[in-house]
């Protein structure tokens, strides 16, 4: 099993539409969470990141965190054509190192 | 503020040379440095932790020998792939964690496209 796992879709949605990506872990330790964007042959970009369980949101972007049941959601309100790209959820212990999800594609068509 | 610069973004190179890629953090000092390699369609996955003025601790299974990691300053990380052969081909990401963090956040290069033919 491991240890973070995220449907790697794809996902394909109409302009405007709520977009809902999730990601499910098994190590109980994981107290920071983030979420990255990555467009195609790019580095990852940081969208959200929390700590522990709860909501935050951003402009568009909501994350929510569930830590009871190793559950981590992103929504994306209103979406556009230039929210394509591959979502990763990533987490942490109080180390450094990141523990990735595969990534979920998603495409936003006009 | 917090770019990470990654260079070359693209290399082609023959099998049994070696390549060097190079990760600066323009606007921060970073003590720690991260290389990644990640596959068409599949995540990111951490090849080493790379500390300024001292060894890169890898993650099991990558060859330390084949991959070499200096980090000879707070703000520069090389990854060298020696000896480079066609299954090396990847795409090679960095990311720098600043020194000092607040946000406990790694800022992410853009990566570099290695085809060995």
């Known amino acids: 099993q491991k240890e973070v796992e995220q449907d790697p879709g794809p996902l394909s949605v109409p302009e405007g539409a709520i977009v809902s990506l999730n990601c499910t872990y098994s190590?109980?330790?994981?107290?920071?969470f983030m979420w990255y964007r990555q467009y195609s042959r790019k580095g990852p970009e940081l969208l959200m990141y929390t700590y522990s369980s709860g909501n935050k949101e951003d402009g568009r972007f909501t994350a929510q965190v569930d830590k009871s049941s190793k559950y981590i959601s992103l929504f994306i309100r209103d979406s556009q054509p230039s929210d394509s790209a591959t979502y990763l959820c990533a987490m942490r212990v109080n180390d450094y190192k990141l523990s990735f999800g595969a990534g979920t594609t998603v495409t936003v068509r006009a | 503020g917090a770019v990470v610069s990654q260079h070359p973004s693209w290399v082609i190179c023959k099998s049994g040379t070696s390549v060097k890629i190079e990760c600066r953090s323009l606007d921060f000092q970073a003590t720690t440095m991260f290389w990644y390699r990640q596959f068409p369609k599949q995540s990111l996955m951490l090849m080493a932790t790379?500390?300024?003025?001292?060894?890169?601790?890898?993650e099991q299974g990558v060859e330390k020998d084949k991959f070499l990691i200096n980090h000879a300053s707070l703000t520069l990380s090389t990854l060298t792939v020696t000896s480079a052969h066609p299954e090396d081909s990847s795409f090679y990401i960095c990311?720098?964690?600043?020194?000092?963090?607040?946000?406990?956040?790694?800022?992410f290069g853009a990566g570099t496209r290695l085809s060995v033919l």
């Open positions: 990311s720098a964690l600043p020194l000092g963090p607040i946000k406990n956040i790694q800022y």
């Open positions: 790379s500390n300024e003025g001292s060894k890169a601790t890898y």
């Open positions: 190590n109980s330790a994981f107290q920071y």
